[in-house]
């Protein structure tokens, strides 16, 4: 079992930055065997991957976000971060973070097996 949830999410102004956090509980699984990924969805938009990070650290970001946006993750406190500097009212959105051991749907950042309920971001001019 595996249970995501993500805080950190808030109200900022174009220009600004912010810190999602997204705490993994897993019971019967090992955590480092997953690939982790944010993703997110506007109103009236289509879910939308943000990144993704592997097992071994390696990265893969939305052409939206890359060189704004960087996701890490601690395995030692089951722990994935999304920092997001240079933010646009466009990134407004309810993020999400997923996890999964099949790779390369985070990498393709199509999504996962195990879903957060999301945090609201909201950007504003």
């Known amino acids: 079992q595996v249970d995501l949830v993500e805080s950190g999410g808030g109200s900022v102004q174009a220009g600004g930055s912010l810190r999602l956090s997204c705490t993994v509980s897993?019971?019967?699984?090992?955590?480092?065997?997953?690939?982790m990924g944010w993703f997110r969805r506007a109103p009236g938009k289509e879910r939308e991957g943000v990144a993704s990070i592997d097992r071994n650290g390696e990265t893969t970001y939305a052409t939206s976000v890359k060189d704004r946006f960087t996701i890490s993750r601690d395995n030692t406190w089951n722990t994935l971060y999304l920092q997001m500097n240079s933010l646009k009212p466009e990134d407004t959105a309810m993020y999400y973070c997923a996890t999964d051991s099949r790779c390369w749907l985070l990498r393709s950042l199509r999504g996962g097996v195990y879903w957060g309920q999301g945090t609201q971001v909201t950007v504003s001019a």
């Open positions: 897993v019971v019967g699984i090992t955590y480092n065997d997953y690939c």
